[in-house]
């Protein structure tokens, strides 16, 4: 696949850096914004802007199959989607960080007033960093959280901690609820697929699938958090502290937030309704302690920069709060923050990247998202029509995934051994990522 990328940033890199080994990468922008990774790598480099037809054709536009505009500037990537919509057949992928971009423009497919000159994918990543941290907060010690079958199924990540009743315990003595089951676990940053003779070790990530109510009881009976949600502080008033700061209004929280820049407090407090926003510096270990951080349910830093975030956090840890989100740009940073003590690092570039290769690098392997960093892959399979009813044990199914949830209409059934497979039933498969083509064949 041939794909086009407009910016050497951060993001741009991210997928030039995981794209090139598979495909034949192009980058487009100036020559000073210039990543020396790239001279490193089999990556092609133009000089210019994507807005240039030159530029574009010097990429080789009309042979591209994918073409993603992530630079810093919303205008530019919406207008040089638009110039490669009309020199070639390649799917546009558009970063944007305003909404209006969206209402204004209708670029979306499939809106009232789309035409051919509609954009694939439009990606506006804080919003997709909110979205990842609301449902994190919203679930007690989880670490991920994702929803299938419009919230009726869920995948739900723990760590496993000193005090946790499922300390060296093998899963085959583990009785978790009815309607629930252990699909990966991550050790010393390797997932692989338990059996009922693993044990659980030490800070093992534990991923769970299973029905939304069974897994709000694994909570409740194995994950408890001590306190409820009640006090969650925010450190970062940009987009993400702002949108996740409406969100938490919206179920009834009670939300501190720092923010360092005077104007940008005063837009905050027209915006917001209950939040109590502090014109301070998240990093001030007296102003911390004097605001009784320690009294909070979680701490979440958003800030823009990565050091000024751990650092909030790393004060937050030693006032002993217990639950600590911290958002990390490079995506190398997200490793290392877990080491030092950070519950959860979370990368809008990561999350941006996922819905690229899923929506569309890799859409025709009908992968619905992926987890520990890529690592594991969640894909959906029909069944196809008249499939003979078959167990699930019976199925000779790959030992390298697990169907993890069946959807039968509007029914969501968690499946065991003896569960019956039927034609058009919809199977959500876990698997590791190198083996989700072999599984989206198995029905062929």
Same mark, same amino acid.
């Given at each position: 696949?041939?794909?086009?990328?407009?910016?050497?940033?951060?993001?741009?890199?991210?997928?030039?850096?995981?794209?090139?080994?598979?495909?034949?990468?192009?980058?487009?922008?100036?020559?000073?914004?210039?990543? *020396?990774?790239?001279?490193?790598?089999?990556?092609?480099?133009?000089?210019?802007?994507?807005?240039?037809?030159?530029?574009?054709?010097?990429?080789?536009?009309?042979?591209?199959?994918?073409?993603?505009?992530?630079?810093?500037?919303?205008?530019?990537?919406?207008?040089?989607?638009?110039?490669?919509?009309?020199?070639?057949?390649?799917?546009?992928?558009?970063?944007?960080?305003?909404?209006?971009?969206? *209402?204004?423009?209708?670029?979306?497919?499939?809106?009232?007033?789309?035409?051919?000159?509609?954009?694939?994918?439009?990606?506006?990543?804080?919003?997709?960093?909110?979205?990842?941290?609301?449902?994190?907060?919203?679930?007690?010690?989880?670490?991920?959280?994702?929803?299938?079958?419009?919230?009726?199924?869920?995948?739900?990540?723990?760590?496993?901690?000193?005090?946790?009743?499922?300390?060296?315990?093998?899963?085959?003595?583990?009785?978790?609820?009815?309607?629930?089951?252990?699909?990966?676990?991550?050790?010393?940053?390797?997932?692989?697929?338990?059996?009922?003779?693993?044990?659980?070790?030490?800070?093992?990530?534990?991923?769970?699938?299973?029905?939304?109510?069974?897994?709000?009881?694994?909570?409740?009976?194995?994950?408890?958090?001590?306190?409820?949600?009640?006090?969650?502080?925010?450190?970062?008033?940009?987009?993400?502290?702002?949108?996740?700061?409406?969100?938490?209004?919206?179920?009834?929280?009670?939300?501190?937030?720092?923010?360092?820049?005077?104007?940008?407090?005063?837009?905050?407090? *027209?915006?917001?309704?209950?939040?109590?926003?502090?014109?301070?510096?998240?990093?001030?270990?007296?102003?911390?302690?004097?605001?009784?951080?320690?009294?909070?349910?979680?701490?979440?830093?958003?800030?823009?920069?990565?050091?000024?975030?751990?650092?909030?956090?790393?004060?937050?840890?030693?006032?002993?709060?217990?639950?600590?989100?911290?958002?990390?740009?490079?995506?190398?940073?997200?490793?290392?923050?877990?080491?030092?003590?950070?519950?959860?690092?979370?990368?809008?570039?990561?999350?941006?990247?996922?819905?690229?290769?899923?929506?569309?690098?890799?859409?025709?392997?009908?992968?619905?998202?992926?987890?520990?960093?890529?690592?594991?892959?969640?894909?959906?399979?029909?069944?196809?029509?008249?499939?003979?009813?078959?167990?699930?044990?019976?199925?000779?199914?790959?030992?390298?995934?697990?169907?993890?949830?069946?959807?039968?209409?509007?029914?969501?059934?968690?499946?065991?051994?003896?569960?019956?497979?039927?034609?058009?039933?919809?199977?959500?498969?876990?698997?590791?990522? *190198?083996?989700?083509?072999?599984?989206?064949?198995?029905?062929?």
């Amino acid at each position: 696949m041939r794909i086009v990328i407009y910016g050497a940033n951060d993001m741009g890199c991210l997928l030039a850096v995981n794209l090139f080994e598979d495909h034949d990468v192009t980058v487009i922008d100036k020559e000073e914004n210039r990543l *020396e990774d790239f001279d490193k790598l089999d990556i092609s480099f133009v000089y210019g802007s994507g807005i240039s037809p030159v530029s574009l054709e010097a990429a080789q536009i009309k042979d591209a199959d994918v073409f993603v505009a992530c630079t810093n500037n919303d205008e530019g990537n919406i207008i040089s989607c638009y110039s490669v919509k009309r020199m070639s057949q390649a799917k546009t992928v558009c970063f944007v960080s305003k909404e209006d971009c969206l *209402e204004s423009l209708n670029i979306l497919k499939g809106s009232a007033y789309h035409n051919e000159m509609y954009l694939d994918l439009v990606i506006l990543p804080d919003e997709l960093l909110t979205g990842e941290i609301f449902r994190i907060i919203t679930v007690p010690k989880a670490i991920e959280v994702e929803n299938f079958a419009d919230g009726k199924a869920r995948l739900t990540e723990y760590r496993i901690e000193e005090e946790s009743k499922l300390l060296n315990k093998k899963l085959k003595d583990c009785h978790f609820t009815e309607q629930t089951i252990i699909v990966g676990i991550t050790r010393d940053e390797k997932l692989f697929i338990p059996n009922g003779d693993t044990e659980l070790l030490l800070n093992d990530k534990v991923i769970f699938m299973g029905q939304s109510k069974s897994l709000n009881l694994l909570a409740s009976e194995f994950f408890k958090d001590k306190r409820k949600l009640k006090n969650v502080t925010i450190i970062g008033g940009g987009n993400v502290g702002q949108r996740l700061a409406q969100a938490l209004e919206s179920i009834g929280v009670k939300i501190k937030l720092f923010e360092k820049n005077k104007k940008r407090c005063e837009q905050l407090s *027209e915006i917001l309704q209950s939040t109590l926003i502090l014109n301070a510096d998240g990093t001030n270990y007296d102003l911390l302690k004097n605001e009784d951080i320690e009294q909070s349910d979680v701490v979440v830093a958003v800030t823009n920069n990565d050091e000024k975030n751990l650092l909030c956090s790393l004060l937050a840890k030693q006032f002993g709060v217990e639950k600590i989100i911290t958002r990390v740009s490079k995506e190398a940073n997200s490793y290392l923050f877990e080491k030092v003590g950070i519950d959860v690092a979370i990368s809008q570039n990561e999350a941006a990247y996922n819905e690229i290769i899923n929506s569309v690098i890799e859409s025709d392997k009908g992968i619905i998202t992926t987890v520990e960093r890529g690592q594991g892959a969640i894909t959906e399979l029909r069944v196809p029509k008249s499939f003979k009813d078959t167990k699930v044990f019976e199925l000779n199914f790959p030992k390298c995934a697990v169907i993890s949830i069946i959807q039968r209409g509007a029914k969501v059934i968690i499946p065991k051994g003896d569960t019956l497979v039927r034609e058009n039933d919809k199977l959500i498969v876990f698997t590791t990522q *190198e083996n989700a083509q072999k599984v989206k064949g198995f029905f062929n």
